[in-house]
């Protein structure tokens, strides 16, 4: 426990990595696994991560990003996609745990119906929770990579239409988030101060 609130409270935003280290296929894998264990509304899971490992493609997602070192220098940039629709694929989802006996039918009929009801014809629900999901999806990645000796660094600062094309997403796909992961180099920043807890709490 006592790690798990240190890397909370040690986890910088690096903006320098090392560009000489790379990242295995298994560890891109193991830290997705982790991402998978961030929760979701109604358990959709509504968001997939592209990963740009190579250099090649590191460089033109580097040009989609202003220009930023950071995207090519860490050893993989973490696409988060958010899916608008997640809510469409639940009965395919939910289905082999209603076949184990986990979830009884009309339980899953009643979760179908909340889901439905939250998101079917509310355009503005459906992307902000793919954007919400894919948040917590990243944070988890983040948190990970600090647990594995990685540095991460979220970022929004990329041109959305043109990582659309590049990563060749569906109409009903969101490119939410980027976090690129690498071994840290010399000039990151320390961690920035945070504001007294009671500017940002209420207690009632």
């Known amino acids: 426990m006592i790690d798990a609130l240190e890397n909370i409270k040690n986890r910088i935003s690096a903006n320098f990595f090392d560009p000489s280290h790379k990242l295995t296929n298994e560890e891109i894998v193991e830290l997705v696994k982790y991402a998978q264990e961030a929760p979701s509304s109604f358990n959709m899971q509504n968001w997939r991560v592209i990963v740009f490992a190579s250099a090649e493609e590191k460089e033109k997602l580097k040009k989609l990003a202003f220009g930023q070192d ?12 958010g899916n608008k629709e997640g809510y469409k694929k639940l009965p395919t989802m939910m289905q082999p745990a209603v076949s184990a006996g986990a979830l009884k039918a009309e339980d ?10 939250s998101y079917e014809g509310n355009d503005q629900r459906q992307r902000d929770e793919a954007i919400r999901s894919c948040s917590l999806a990243a944070m988890t990645l983040m948190l990970a990579s ?6 991460s660094g979220p970022m929004i600062g990329f041109d959305p239409k043109g990582v659309e094309q590049l990563a060749g997403l569906e109409p009903n796909e969101v490119p939410a988030i980027l976090v690129v992961v690498g071994r840290a180099a010399a000039g990151n920043r320390p961690r920035k101060p945070r504001l007294p807890v009671q500017v940002q709490l209420a207690i009632r």
């Open 146 to 151: 600090q647990a594995k000796g990685y540095a």
């Open 108 to 117: 899953l009929a009643k979760l179908l119906a909340g889901a439905n009801a």
């Open 70 to 81: 950071k995207v090519a220098d860490a050893a993989a940039a973490f696409l988060f996609v």
